[in-house]
């Protein structure tokens, strides 16, 4: 069964940073291209970076490029998202799956609120 558990989220004023990890179970990190997305209050889910399965090159959007890293601990099972300089426009529901579609069902997410 596949599991995919968010955390890290939680309450940072304008500038500050979160470290966001998701523990996968149930595949193998490296078949995957892994990715976080994020949904904010009455806005679609947008994915906003990945990480290539055949190379580890990495993506951003350009609303979070030069702020956040991707990065990924295949012995640990967990992708991980370093948010920097964080804005109030990155509040949202946090979430990693496959990318660019999510082939698993999603996990429960994890909150971030920033506060201005």
């Known amino acids: 069964e596949v599991q995919l558990v968010e955390s890290g989220g939680g309450w940072v004023q304008t500038g500050g940073s979160l470290r966001l990890s998701c523990l996968v179970s149930?595949?193998?990190?490296?078949?995957?291209?892994i990715g976080w997305f994020r949904q904010a209050p009455g806005k679609k889910r947008e994915g906003i970076s990945c990480?290539?399965?055949?190379?580890?090159?990495?993506y951003y959007a350009t609303s979070v490029k030069g702020r956040f890293a991707i990065s990924k601990d295949n012995a640990k099972n967990t992708v991980y998202l370093q948010m920097n300089s964080l804005k109030p426009e990155d509040t949202a529901v946090y979430y990693c799956?496959?990318?660019?579609?999510?082939?698993?069902?999603w996990g429960q997410g994890t909150q971030v609120t920033v506060s201005s």
């Open positions: 149930g595949f193998t990190l490296d078949d995957y291209t």
């Open positions: 799956n496959t990318y660019p579609s999510a082939v698993w069902d």
């Open positions: 990480m290539d399965k055949s190379d580890n090159s990495t």
